[in-house]
C-alpha cells in the first residue's frame, strides 16, 4: 500500500511539473508572437528602399541612409557621394 501511495506522489508531482512547463511553453509563445518585442527580422510593414546607385531593393532597416537617399551596402554609397564631389 505505501508504494502505491508512494507512486500516486509521483504521477501527481509529474502532472503537476508538466502543467507547469505547458503553462511557461504558452507563456513565452505569446511574448514571441507579441509584435513589440522588435527584434524580429523584416516584418512585412516594413517599407522597402531603393539604392540610389544600383537600384537594388532592399528593406529600409537595411539600408544605409545618407540623408534623403538609401544604399544596399557603404561602397555603393561612398562611390555615389564620390560622384557626387567630383
Ligand atoms: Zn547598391
Not at 528593406?59 to 567630383?86: K, L, V
Request: glycine share 4%; aromatic share 4%.
Amino acid at each position: 500500500m505505501d508504494i502505491l501511495k508512494l507512486m500516486a506522489k509521483i504521477i501527481l508531482i509529474a502532472i503537476a511539473i508538466w502543467l507547469i512547463l505547458t503553462v511557461l511553453k504558452r507563456y513565452r509563445k505569446n511574448i514571441d508572437t507579441h509584435p513589440d518585442t522588435g527584434n524580429s527580422r523584416t516584418p512585412a510593414s516594413e517599407s522597402m528602399v531603393q539604392c540610389s546607385h544600383c537600384g537594388l531593393h532592399l528593406p529600409e532597416s537595411d539600408g544605409i541612409r545618407s540623408g534623403t537617399q538609401f544604399y544596399c551596402c557603404q561602397e555603393h554609397a561612398d562611390a555615389q557621394q564620390d560622384e557626387r564631389n567630383h
